[in-house]
């Protein structure tokens, strides 16, 4: 009884499907609405075919940017010079309307995409892995599948719509067998016997329409996610991955420097930095309990300018001096993940996403001036860190503001102590031959307590309320710092940070025409 039930219900859909795919093929001549469905899937296949060309004409863009950038540095330089900043002006200017890091919440909302990425990925997983253990269970046991008298009811309703749903997508191409289970069970369902119908839990069939449902979002998702993974890989390309390959700062300015310098010049040049950072620790303000803090600057105009205009104003006035570092600025931004930026000892970030300059607004404020002006050199096209470091220095230095003075010898003043420290360690007689002929400055007390990067009662503060261990975060941001100048080119890696000294040995002994010692005063 229940094999010929189950031959009628086939021969009724089959009927049914039949005379659908009459109609949707036109040998009625029909005009109506399933001729406009078939009309509105060819233009959905067009649709897909165009977006198929852009999706692999902008993948080959992004490839023969880089290509083009890692072979000629010329082309590098005209991009900088003639394109880079059309991203600013434009992109950035929109993105500086927004009173928040607008970069800040992308990047979270691309940790977000991941994590849903990585959870549907392992639940296809599984489903795969539950689906052939089933397939190989059911095969063990023969061919027992094409009976239906020892089927629970739902799953033998089940079948027989997904066996007219197949039906139906072989004879019409390019129709998924979820369209066909989601437009005939209507009409369908009415050809079956109640007795079938009253037997079919409605979990079976709910269960059925939730997982096309997921199987379409999940598809909607991957094909969102595919392109979102090349958009991130154009804007990076476009906004960082070129700028490697152009020339460097010093090479445009100043250009080759082969010289070697001597141990003695390092120590000039430490010097001058330790005696302004002894003089102007006395001279900035501070409140009762000896914190330094900034009270303003003054425009051009005589107007009061907070750190981050100020900050802008001496970059700007430094592409006086050096042209490239003219133009826009937009506006500076705190980051509302500071304490997170603090566990990677992080103090600013530039945001390709957004041509936003972000600091870390938890850091000691003497580390802000500094911070500020290197973040704004990445939007001038100085990706390197190093070049950062230097531009900088050269901008707060030059300022008339004490403060930002300050914050810009104090920016460069470990560094330089490192390498002494290195040259003692590495060259004792060496080192002691030139400390004879100019013996290093003795640095206060009191700049070292200004030179730290976060305040202990902040560090405490931080580390109660870290989710994840800092020393942890800050092991797994080395090495992905480390890792992403690498794969640019940088071939020493995070390291490349402390060639900031290289290039004040080659501003001060090959660009200028006296010694930093000299030109003290």
């Known amino acids: 009884m229940h094999v010929h039930l189950f031959v009628d219900l086939w021969v009724v859909q089959g009927s049914f499907f039949g005379h659908m795919l009459k109609k949707l093929t036109g040998r009625r001549g029909s005009a109506g ?25 902008t993948a080959i863009l992004v490839a023969a940017l880089n290509t083009a950038a890692w072979n000629s540095t010329a082309f590098s330089d005209w991009y900088i010079a003639h394109i880079f900043p059309v991203w600013v002006n434009t992109y950035g200017r929109v993105t500086g309307l927004f009173p928040f890091s607008v970069g800040e919440w992308l990047l979270a909302a691309g940790v977000a995409v991941i994590l849903l990425a990585a959870a549907l990925a392992v639940l296809w997983g599984c489903a795969g892995i539950v689906k052939g253990i089933g397939i190989l269970t059911r095969g063990k046991k023969g061919s027992g599948g094409r009976r239906i008298s020892g089927e629970n009811p739902g799953s033998a309703l089940e079948k027989i719509m997904e066996r007219a749903s197949e039906k139906a997508s072989e004879k019409v191409p390019g129709k998924a067998p979820e369209k066909a289970l989601e437009k005939a069970p209507g009409k369908a369902l009415e050809k079956v016997p109640e007795k079938i119908l009253e037997k079919a839990p409605e979990k079976a069939l709910e269960a059925r329409r939730n997982y096309v449902i997921f199987r379409r979002f999940s598809r909607g998702f991957g094909i969102f996610f595919v392109w979102t993974l090349l958009a991130v890989c154009l804007i990076m390309t476009l906004n960082c991955f070129v700028l490697y390959h152009a020339s460097t700062f010093s090479e445009q300015y100043f250009g080759e420097d082969n010289q070697e310098h001597a141990l003695v010049e390092l120590i000039e040049v430490y010097n001058m930095v330790a005696e302004q950072c002894n003089r102007l620790s006395h001279v900035i303000g501070r409140d009762e309990n000896g914190m330094a803090v900034y009270t303003g600057g003054l425009g ?61 607004h938890v850091m000691h404020i003497l580390n802000f001036p500094a911070t500020m002006c290197h973040e704004l050199a990445h939007l001038r096209g100085y990706i390197y860190e190093d070049e950062a470091n230097f531009i900088s220095y050269l901008a707060c230095t030059k300022s008339e503001d004490a403060f930002f003075q300050y914050s810009g010898y104090l920016s460069v003043l470990v560094y330089l102590n490192n390498d002494l420290y290195r040259a003692w360690k590495e060259e004792p007689l060496v080192y002691e031959e ?57 071939a020493d890696g995070k390291v490349s940070y402390s060639r900031v000294v290289k290039l004040l040995l080659q501003y001060y002994f090959s660009n200028l025409s006296e010694s930093p010692w000299e030109s003290r005063t």
């Open 33 to 57: 609405f399933w001729t406009q469905k078939r009309k509105g899937r060819m233009k959905r296949g067009r649709f897909q075919g165009k977006s198929r060309v852009v999706y692999i004409g």
């Open 300 to 360: 051009d105009g005589g107007e009061q300018l907070d750190m981050e205009d100020m900050a802008r104003k001496l970059m700007r006035e430094l592409g006086g001096e050096y042209p490239q570092l003219e133009g826009y600025y937009p506006r500076l931004k705190a980051l509302l993940s500071s304490d997170f930026m603090c566990q990677q000892h992080m103090q600013g970030y530039y945001f390709p996403f957004s041509m936003e300059a972000n600091y870390n």
């Open 434 to 490: 030139a400390v004879a002929v100019v013996r290093p400055v003795a640095v206060e007390e009191q700049v070292w307590e200004d030179n730290i990067f976060v305040t202990q009662e902040e560090w405490d503060r931080v580390n109660e309320n870290a989710w994840l261990d800092t020393d942890f975060v800050d092991r797994v941001a080395d090495k992905f710092i480390d890792l992403n100048l690498k794969v640019n080119g940088v």
